[in-house]
């Protein structure tokens, strides 16, 4: 199975040193689209006796208890898949004494790929 991709050009963050610089491009997956949790679990049943309203099923808990554990301060380790955790962020300050916890905010989820998805992936 091939992956389809495209070239994008690399953007230069000071103007005068794209002035400078030559042009460089670099290179981007292109989605096929998006594989929803009806076709993940259609795909799944096809694969085991779990029916398709038990993966989804599977699929919604799994997003609450996510999202719940993550409030609690926990990371999510999902084997064979990679790690999931929070990022927050706040005002920039000089020092930690600046800030105070009603400012820290939630940012973003990071996910980290266990090493055996990246190298299947290879």
């Known amino acids: 199975m091939a992956v ?11 103007e005068r040193d794209a002035k400078k610089k030559k042009k460089r491009y670099h290179v ?9 949790p009806d076709r993940i679990a259609k795909a799944i049943n096809q694969q085991c006796t779990l029916t398709e309203a038990d993966v989804k099923a599977v699929l ?28 927050l962020t706040c005002p920039p300050v000089r020092t ?3 800030i105070r916890a009603e400012s820290i905010s939630f940012k973003s989820v990071a996910f980290k790929p266990e090493k055996n998805l990246k190298d299947r992936l290879k």
Request: proline fraction near 6%; hydrophobic fraction near 35%.
């Open 96 to 98: 930690t004494k600046e």
């Open 4 to 14: 389809d991709y495209d070239f994008y050009e690399t953007p230069v963050p000071d």
């Open 60 to 87: 919604i808990s799994l997003s609450h208890l996510i999202s719940d554990k993550m409030m609690d301060g926990y990371s999510i380790h999902l084997e064979g898949i990679g790690y999931f955790s929070m990022t």
């Open 28 to 36: 981007r997956a292109v989605p096929k689209g998006v594989f929803t």
